[in-house]
């Protein structure tokens, strides 16, 4: 009898988990004997494992009705029995093939959870895998039909062949304790003593109840402080009236109304009624505040502990794509992993995966030399990588380091000349931390051919950015010819976290701690110039000095300080600080940031909000945008003790050229949002003739239009002398290797592909470009 489909989407739904499970299973134990000299106990362990996960999912696979799926799990059992019986290690092209079943496995999941084909490899690789066995079996000594086979249960063979009267190997029949069996209509039972899976989503929820919880403590203990407020005041109002009431009895004697007579002498009694309520009050509402913090701190506590997992649920399957990218450079590298037992919320888990697969690869692809390189250097054939994961306090540390060639400074310098990163003036000032920095720029790349292995346009710029959404920074540091190490600070969880409060322009608003590095009074005299910006001293090292009104464009208030004396607060973006000039320092506080929703999901130095206990919400900065947008800003500060009068800025003018209508109304509205003045025409013939006739500051440029095509536009404007100096940004979907090395060629300063296109992106290309040409950016 079929299994109902409702059912059976049901139950793939649990298979995914078991399969990527056992999966992993087979994985770690493959390359653990690919990488050790393995004695023949430890051998058989490994062979047992892997027949036993192969056998799991071959017995839930065949419950769902994945017959293809089965038989390839099939015939790895029967490559194992193979290599049991004549005690061989696999050899390499039996565990890429094994590999490569694994991929095929869950392709075949992902197809049927689409309700799509089956890819067109999968009847090619079970082919491969039955000769792989056909030519294990010649290996043997023993015939096919002698070879070890597992117990089937009732109903789930996958092979016509009669059952053998052969005993089979007690260690490869274990019965799996996680098999689907194809028996009834009903969903099976997963019964795990003390271990429960829930759903993320489920557990999400939870955790956000927890933090409603926690701000409604906040809410609690500020009221609370409202409440001894309270307090204070009336029983200063009892010590004034008891004071006067001699008086107040005195005057009673005279003709007064008999109400304003009873009140001044009964009052006392009233008064003192007041304050014995509010005491009992207060001390009730203490007790239960604190009981509160107690529950809901543990609460939260123990939510946080559900969503830690082991950061080798990270790392471990990082080793077969090590394995991979090493295979496929030709170079081998031994991976090595410490401190993975140390658990980390999920969500950081999950911020942190495409950072580190992107280093991981760039060390490969990058830094690592080929095996014949590293033996002329005395180096050993095999480059080390390692991973070593540190926790300290409510801080988790990532260091992954290379044995490779190091970081070339002098090339770093090179090519961000070339890609117009930083003026030829900017980098004579930088110390040689700073240039290595540049590699977290946008379209840096050393490398002059993308390759897969390096990412198509994905550079170090995204990997700094993911992590700086997770609230946390990312350093590198290198040595010539003995590698690169790379050091990420990351919280434990992404929950509650300390802020300070800080006022500025009649506004509060909230820094994270983690990204403070002092809070300071200073007064003139401790203000320096240097190069026509101010700064002050931190450390024996000058801190460029800003306004945060500034910063965020909020207008300047007359809030005048006293002795001259200023609040500034230093905040840290890896090697590059900034002090603040802020108008008041309130206090450290307990916060819950809230990220931003849609259609907010990037506003520009703003990372989220946070309730007050008063039901207010501030905005909590953006510590990394506002280090960048301090050091980026061409607005200094010319006197301290007198608002800023801002000259008005003169508006960059951009021509946006495309033919469709729908693109360039988006791109003009995006870029007179932030104050640029836009033309805008629909073909490359136009925007020649508009070029001659008006003066732009920038070009905005489709590529595949009538008349004129984006490469022609670019490379006319480039190879005249009076235009060449107008930069020009091509914006295409022709996301082809080749179309965005023609566009360089031909002139063109950027290159964004409609298909990554989103307003944040242009927008900074925008800037850089404009910044890079000497031009006032938006």
């Not at 029967?78 to 004549?86: G, M």
């Not at 009981?291 to 502990?305: K, P």
């Not at 000349?417 to 240039?435: G, Q, R, T």
């Not at 919400?617 to 800003?633: G, T, Y």
């Amino acid at each position: 009898m079929p299994l109902d489909k409702d059912l059976i989407q049901r139950l793939l739904v649990t298979f995914a988990v078991e399969l990527e499970e056992q999966c992993q299973i087979i994985t770690d134990k493959l390359l653990f004997t690919e990488q050790n000299s393995c004695n023949e106990e430890e051998l058989n362990n490994n062979y047992n494992t892997i027949f036993r996960s192969a056998h799991n999912i071959k017995g839930a696979a065949t419950g769902i009705e994945l017959q293809e799926l089965a038989d390839i799990a099939h015939h790895i059992e029967s490559i194992i029995s193979q290599l049991k019986e004549n005690k061989q290690p696999p050899q390499s092209d039996t565990i890429d093939l094994f590999l490569k079943s694994l991929d095929g496995m869950k392709s075949i999941l992902s197809a049927k959870q689409q309700n799509i084909d089956f890819p067109d490899n999968v009847k090619p690789l079970i082919e491969q895998l039955a000769q792989h066995k056909i030519s294990a079996d010649a290996l043997s000594t023993k015939s096919a039909m002698d070879t070890v086979q597992p117990t089937q249960e009732p109903g789930n063979s996958l092979s016509a062949e009669p059952p053998t009267a052969r005993q089979p190997t007690p260690e490869l029949t274990e019965k799996p304790t996680n098999s689907l069996a194809k028996s009834s209509a009903t969903a099976p039972i997963f019964k795990k003593n003390e271990i429960v899976k829930i759903n993320l989503d489920k557990l999400t929820k939870i955790d956000a109840l927890s933090e409603e919880l926690q701000v409604t403590k906040i809410e609690m203990e500020n009221n609370l402080v409202l409440l001894n407020n309270f307090q204070v005041i009336v029983r200063d109002f009892l010590s004034i009236w008891k004071k006067a009431q001699p008086a107040w009895c005195r005057m009673a004697t005279e003709k007064l109304p008999v109400e304003i007579s009873q009140l001044l002498c009964d009052g006392n009694k009233t008064v003192s009624t007041i304050n014995n309520i509010t005491s009992t009050l207060y001390k009730n509402f203490r007790s239960t505040s604190n009981q509160l913090g107690v529950l809901s701190t543990a609460l939260q506590g123990n939510v946080r502990i559900m969503r830690l997992v082991p950061a080798a649920t990270l790392f471990t399957p990082l080793t077969r794509t090590v394995r991979d990218i090493a295979k496929e450079l030709g170079k081998e590298i031994n991976l090595s992993v410490t401190g993975d037992e140390i658990e980390i919320d999920r969500s950081v888990l999950e911020g942190i995966h495409d950072p580190v697969v992107h280093l991981l690869r760039n060390a490969i692809d990058h830094g690592i030399e080929l095996p014949a390189d590293r033996l002329q250097t005395g180096k050993s054939k095999a480059g080390q990588l390692t991973v070593t994961i540190q926790s300290h306090g409510s801080e988790i540390i990532i260091i992954i380091k290379d044995d490779g060639t190091g970081l070339n400074v002098p090339q770093i310098a090179k090519v961000a000349l070339k890609n117009k990163i930083i003026s030829e003036k900017a980098l004579e000032k930088l110390s040689d931390d700073e240039v290595i920095d540049l590699i977290f720029c946008p379209g840096f790349s050393t490398k002059e051919t993308i390759t897969k292995i390096s990412g198509r346009g994905v550079g170090l710029d995204i990997v700094r950015e993911n992590i700086k959404n997770l609230k946390g920074n990312i350093l590198v540091s290198t040595e010539k010819n003995k590698g690169t190490s790379f050091t990420l600070h990351l919280p434990v969880t992404l929950a509650t976290e300390h802020g300070l409060l800080i006022r500025t322009s009649e506004t509060i608003f909230a820094i994270p701690t983690t990204a403070v590095e002092r809070v300071r009074e200073i007064d003139e005299h401790q203000i320096i110039q240097v190069e026509a910006c101010l700064a002050i001293l931190y450390e024996n090292k000058a801190v460029p000095l800003r306004k945060l009104t500034t910063i965020l464009n909020l207008p300047e208030k007359n809030t005048a300080q006293d002795d001259n004396h200023y609040s500034v607060v230093i905040i840290a973006k890896g090697w590059s600080m900034v002090a603040l000039m802020v108008d008041e320092v309130i206090g450290e506080r307990e916060i819950i940031i809230k990220p931003l929703q849609p259609p907010l999901m990037s506003v520009k130095n703003i990372i989220g909000g946070a309730f007050m206990g008063s039901g207010n919400i501030v905005m909590v900065l953006n510590p990394a945008d506002l280090v960048d947008s301090a050091l980026n800003s061409i607005i200094h500060i010319s006197h301290i003790t007198k608002p800023i009068t801002q000259e008005k800025k003169k508006q960059a003018r951009i021509l946006v050229v495309d033919d469709s209508i729908t693109t360039r109304t988006l791109e003009q509205n995006i870029l007179e949002s932030v104050g640029y003045k836009v033309s805008v025409t629909v073909d490359g013939l136009q925007a020649w003739k508009l070029v001659q006739q008006e003066s732009f500051d920038l070009i905005v440029a489709d590529v595949e239009m009538p008349e004129m095509n984006g490469f022609q536009l670019t490379e006319k404007i480039k190879s005249n002398e009076k235009y060449a100096s107008i930069p020009v940004i091509i914006v295409s979907s022709l996301a082809n290797e080749e179309d965005q090395r023609r566009g360089l060629a031909v002139g063109a300063d950027a290159y964004i592909v409609k298909g990554q296109f989103e307003t944040k992106v242009l927008l900074e290309t925008v800037s850089r470009v404009l910044t890079t040409y000497g031009y006032q950016a938006a």
